[in-house]
């Protein structure tokens, strides 16, 4: 179990093919700090981006999101400006992010 001051580590995926709508550029300058503005007052530490080397079926990028703790991840995900965050998926892709947290090994 986590303790209260420890980072949790969320991973949101998104999974598909080469063929599959997926605006890198607009993530990158416009989604990811949409998301930094909307969590960072919750405790949202970093948010970076990852996108394979080959094109091919499967995860097409990862978008690892860092909080301050257990805390900070429940006010953010409650958060109204989460709406907001949701509601801009649909700028740069048509699929739906999967969201896994990390844990300590």
């Known amino acids: 179990m986590n303790n209260s001051t420890t ?17 890198r550029n607009y993530y990158v300058t416009s989604h990811l700090p949409l998301v930094t503005q909307a969590w960072q007052l919750y405790g949202l530490l970093s948010v970076s981006a990852f996108f394979p080397a080959l094109d091919r079926a499967g995860t097409i990028a990862i978008c690892e999101c860092v909080f301050r703790d257990d805390a900070a991840l429940e006010a953010a ?28 090994l």
């Open 7 to 23: 980072p949790v580590v969320v991973y949101v995926t998104y999974v598909g093919t080469p063929q599959t709508r997926f605006d």
């Open 77 to 104: 995900f409650a958060a109204p400006e989460s709406a907001e965050v949701m509601a801009d998926v649909a700028n740069f892709t048509d699929l739906s992010p999967l969201r896994a947290r990390a844990v300590e």
